[in-house]
């Protein structure tokens, strides 16, 4: 149980059938908000603890800025994939490996950093700007099915919360 709550230490995300105006203004500001949240809570981390992991065979701090920055570039990528195409399936990623990369495993943060900020200003803008009939589209992933965007949205705003949880848990 202990492992669960360091693995997930805000719980899962759980895909909805109805979602409602006001929930999808939540989760687009916690998009936009997901550069400054993970930025602050990696300039607390007492120094020497980026190259920690957050929990027993997880990542380290420097891994998890850096696949944050990936995952949402896969993501912000499908977002429009699903706005111009009709149902498109996505090709989907290692992360386990892409973490392990040479960039994943040594570069400084600041460059993920910088590019979450500018990444999340452009998704936040094009989510704002969404119409009822844009939220309904969807897309298909290979191993997880078809995705309408008002659930591809709350899952990454749910995944920016999730990661930064991990770093924080770094300053316990």
Known sequence: MATDRLKYPIGTYETREEIDLQTRLSWIEDIASLPRLLREAV???PPGRLDEPYRPGGWTA?????????????????????????EPTIKPYREERWAELPDSLGLPVEPSLQLLEALHLRWATVLRGLDEAAWARTFIHPASGRTDLANHAGSYAWHGRHHTAHVRLLLA
């Open 62 to 86: 420097r891994q998890v800025v850096h696949h944050v920055a990936d995952s949402h570039m896969n993501a912000f990528v499908r977002l429009k994939l699903a706005l111009t195409e009709d």
């Open 43 to 45: 300039e607390s981390l």
